[in-house]
């Protein structure tokens, strides 16, 4: 069975703070994917990667994959109250069909 | 962009009564569509892939009889949650893609459903 761990599980942190949270796996992924959900609400895309050692810049937030494709990263610079919610990683073995992280409950506070 | 559309985004039933949620793909012929569950405060977990004109594969533990899947059409599929008991009670999200594989990282906006 494949399993996704995120790390931390939760995490309260002040407004202005930097923070990484981790997805990692026993199993190799063909490509591996980043959501935020809001209370009530699909998750909602937020990178995309794809190839070993990749690293993908999305204004605060920066994505990397490892070299193995077995885990990820994820690092908010600067974190702000509209960063809140659960960070979800999720990996596809090949065939669409996506195994989703164990999540990472942030809160920003201002 | 893709765009995957569910209905209700929320329900309210009672126990032993059944309950069905659609999930649409709006601007995209959707050959496949996955269901997902999550609990309050937990991730997602796949339940069932489903295939335009076949029959859905369910997931280890997932009850085939208990959560119907029909997928008739190329744009629509729906789960159906027969005779619901309070441990249904749950957030349910599908997610659907082309053939190809397009519009794999778009899901619904989830449908809370309440047993009571």
């Known amino acids: 069975t494949q399993l996704l761990e995120q790390s931390p599980q939760f995490l309260s942190i002040q407004e202005g703070e930097n923070l990484t949270v981790y997805c990692n796996s026993s199993?190799?992924?063909?490509?591996l994917q980043w959501y935020r959900q809001e209370p009530g609400e699909g998750p909602v895309l937020l990178v995309t990667?794809?190839?070993?050692?990749e690293v993908k810049k999305l204004k605060r937030l920066t994505f990397q994959f490892g070299d193995a494709r077995k885990d990820s990263s994820l690092h908010i610079t600067a974190a702000q109250p509209g960063d809140t919610g659960l960070y979800l990683c999720?990996?596809?073995?090949?065939?669409?069909?996506?195994?989703f992280g164990t999540g990472t409950r942030l809160k920003v506070l201002a | 962009g893709a765009v995957v559309s569910q209905h209700p985004s929320w329900v309210i039933c009672k126990s032993g009564t059944s309950v069905k949620i659609e999930c649409r793909s709006l601007?995209?012929?959707?050959?496949?569509m996955f269901w997902y569950r999550q609990f309050p405060k937990q991730s997602l977990m796949l339940m069932a892939t489903?295939?335009?004109?076949?029959?859905?594969?369910?997931e280890q533990g997932v009850e085939k009889d208990k959560f119907l899947i029909n997928h008739a059409s190329l744009t629509l599929s729906t789960l159906t949650v027969t005779s619901a008991h309070p441990e249904d009670s749950s957030f349910y999200i599908c997610?659907?893609?082309?053939?190809?594989?397009?519009?794999?990282?778009?899901f619904g906006s989830g449908t809370r459903l309440t047993v009571v």
């Open positions: 601007d995209f012929q959707a050959t496949t």
């Open positions: 997610s659907a893609i082309t053939s190809t594989g397009q519009g794999f990282e778009t």
């Open positions: 999720a990996g596809d073995s090949g065939t669409y069909k996506y195994i």
């Open positions: 199993s190799v992924f063909s490509s």
């Open positions: 489903s295939n335009e004109g076949s029959k859905a594969t369910y």
């Open positions: 990667v794809v190839t070993g050692g």
